[in-house]
């Protein structure tokens, strides 16, 4: 086992006052930035109370231009410069209930840079906002994503929509009039899933869909034909096209043929495939592509974010590195490129630094600070988060992130917080600032977040690993990790607390019930605690496939099923036990921690802490319960890992 920290850099921690719980549960000043194509506007949004807003900067002048909101409670998921003076907005909605915090509504609004021309150009529009001020076309019961913004066609987008819910209509793209809402049919799919990929100049090249069964399929659409080239369930993999290359070549992302997925050379005509980049131990992430839609690089995360350049001699690529350079030990991000490729907006990011927002001059190497995503942080109040690496008692290889107060030893063990991500298949945890890390570290804890098998980004079989495994070798491999940090001398084995939300607090549960002795407390936020009910319960099973991924992902039998479950083996958790729910969740109903709850209580152990607010979904999102939920959970870490844990110990019993 392997802990990848500099220990020696680290010094003696100075008292300092504490950084408020809200200046890490709050929501960012400033989430978007992007500049339009020919470099004469930025537009930027800002979350302000309830309301999210799109503002429209004039950068020679910086002056306002423009400001609008889309309705309280609504966010803005998205959004492009169509032309040099249109925008197209994705909007996302604070619903309780659906998903964390804000879902998309499928719906593409456009307005001018001015405000002038507004319109809900695609979807449903009926939610109050934006859409009760402008023009709305044809309603339609779809989701869609902008696919290519077709600069050579100004007044057009590419779109693939998807229907909403149970419908059976399969996925369509369509050329969007960015003006009048029209929609041109351009390619039918053969799933509900379906979605669609263009060539670099943007004609719909390839359909890929999901059956029942979760089986992927890559179909190749030619003038003469459309072509099934790559087709596999999660364990086989399929071959994934990501951009054009040229001459019927296009780059693409195969997991097939190696274990973590390689980037090839391929030719969907003939089959050919030529590998131009392979790590051994994670898989390809985001790609960078130039103003022309020509690939440059593509990342992975093996422990820091890194990045293979395809095209390392390209203006963009040589910036690219240049940037990273100049803030060593943070990470570079293109959100937006004018249409010469002249200037760019870049968000630079890093664990002890929030977002910053630079414009960047790429002809003369200048570089402007525009806008701090969170001003009231700074580097002081950060806490530095390193990764690890450790081989579990089967031999499995996980990887994770230790995030510890500034300036501790190893002299002195300290109180830990095991923080689950939630997902679990094929989400994992990156090395970069996280709040919830900061915020438990900025009270004296070390983090210990793992990416159990199960996680994605450590290729297929890995993803693979966690299917029908829940509560057994994906626990284990948590609970691997949490001896690991005591024997090294990290954590101090009287403090160990484990928290969650959704899948991580099925996992903080399940911990206690599965390793009485270890942890002294656990916090379920939107858990799952029955697996019987997760297959009857919710909106995943609602849907066909939802349900066979359910069976596939935690399993049918029943007797395996309850093995499993916190809710049925109540009885033999030891540990403090906090559940947060929201009442309006429809992925984990409010009837998972109830019956919890039930379950403590007839095993003699109620739930100390039963936080649950009425209004809020899977996962809290107005600014005040946020900061309520965390301050109690504060309160609760604190009372069963301060000095007088024994004490505590023996009054729970």
Not at 314 to 336: C, M, N, Q, W, Y
């Amino acid at each position: 086992m392997r802990l990848m920290l500099t220990v020696a850099a680290l010094c003696s921690v100075g008292v300092a006052a504490l950084p408020p719980v809200d200046h890490f549960t709050r929501y960012p000043d400033y989430e978007q930035a992007r500049i339009s194509p020919t470099g004469k506007y930025l537009a930027v949004t800002t979350k302000m109370d309830d309301f999210e807003y799109l503002t429209v900067i004039e950068l020679a002048r910086n002056q306002i231009l423009y400001r609008t909101h889309f309705g309280k409670n609504w966010d803005i998921a998205d959004f492009h410069w169509a032309t040099a003076e249109r925008i197209l907005v994705q909007p996302a909605v604070r619903i309780p209930g659906r998903t964390d915090f804000s879902f998309l509504t499928g719906e593409i609004y456009g307005l001018n840079a001015d405000g002038g021309d507004a319109a809900v150009l695609f979807g449903y529009g009926d939610r109050g906002g934006l859409a009760a001020r402008v023009g709305r076309t044809k309603r339609t019961r779809a989701f869609a994503e902008i696919l290519h913004m077709l600069p050579d066609q100004p007044r057009h987008v590419l779109i693939g929509t998807t229907p909403f819910g149970a419908s059976l209509r399969p996925g369509r793209a369509y050329r969007l009039n960015i003006r009048s809402g029209q929609l041109d049919l351009v390619a039918n799919g053969r799933y509900p899933t379906s979605r669609f990929v263009a060539d670099r100049g943007g004609e719909v090249r390839f359909e890929i869909g999901e059956t029942d069964d979760n089986v992927t399929e890559v179909y190749y659409r030619r003038p003469e034909g459309t072509d099934l080239v790559s087709s596999g369930p999660v364990d086989k993999g399929v071959v994934t096209p990501l951009a054009e290359l040229g001459d019927g070549w296009f780059y693409a992302v195969d997991n097939v043929a190696t274990e973590t997925s390689s980037l090839v050379r391929w030719h969907p005509g003939t089959g050919e495939k030529e590998t131009l980049f392979h790590e051994p131990t994670v898989d390809i992430g985001a790609a960078i592509v130039d103003a022309d839609n020509r690939l440059i690089a593509v990342r992975y995360d093996k422990h820091y974010p890194d990045y293979h350049y395809v095209e390392p001699d390209s203006k963009l690529a040589i910036a690219h590195r240049r940037i990273r350079a100049a803030f060593p030990g943070e990470d570079v991000r293109f959100t937006s490129l004018t249409s010469d490729g002249a200037s760019a907006v870049v968000v630079v990011y890093g664990d002890l630094t929030p977002a910053t927002f630079y414009l960047v001059e790429l002809e003369n190497n200048r570089v402007v600070e525009l806008l701090q995503a969170r001003p009231w942080l700074s580097t002081k109040d950060l806490n530095p988060m390193e990764p690890v690496e450790l081989t579990t008692r089967d031999g499995t290889v996980v990887h994770g992130y230790l995030t510890t107060p500034a300036g501790w030893t190893q002299a002195d063990p300290l109180p830990m917080i095991v923080l689950v991500h939630g997902g679990p298949h094929g989400v994992r945890d990156y090395w970069g600032f996280d709040y919830e890390a900061q915020l438990f570290a900025s009270r004296g804890y070390a983090v210990l977040q793992v990416n159990f098998r199960g996680s994605g980004g450590y290729g297929r079989q890995f993803l693979h690993a966690g299917y029908g495994r829940w509560g057994r070798e994906m626990q284990d491999d948590v609970t691997d990790a949490t001896r690991w940090a005591v024997s090294a001398g990290i954590a101090d084995p009287d403090r160990l607390c484990i928290y969650g939300g959704s899948y991580g607090g099925y996992a903080a549960l399940t911990g206690a019930f599965r390793e009485p002795d270890l942890y002294r407390c656990a916090v379920g936020y939107v858990g799952v605690y029955d697996l019987e009910m997760a297959l009857s319960k919710g909106d995943i099973p609602r849907l066909r496939r939802g349900l066979n991924y359910l069976k596939a992902a935690v399993g049918e039998d029943t007797s395996e099923l309850r093995a499993r479950s916190p809710a049925h083996n109540a009885e033999r958790i030891e540990a403090a036990v906090m559940l947060v729910h929201g009442g309006q969740d429809t992925r984990v109903p409010l009837a998972q921690a109830k019956a919890m709850r039930r379950a403590l209580r007839a095993a003699g152990r109620p739930v100390e802490v039963w936080h649950v607010e009425s209004m809020e979904g899977h996962g809290f999102g107005q600014r005040e319960n946020r900061r309520e939920m965390y301050t109690k959970m504060l309160a609760f870490f604190d009372r069963h890992t301060g000095p007088d844990v024994e004490a505590a110990r023996n009054q729970r019993r």
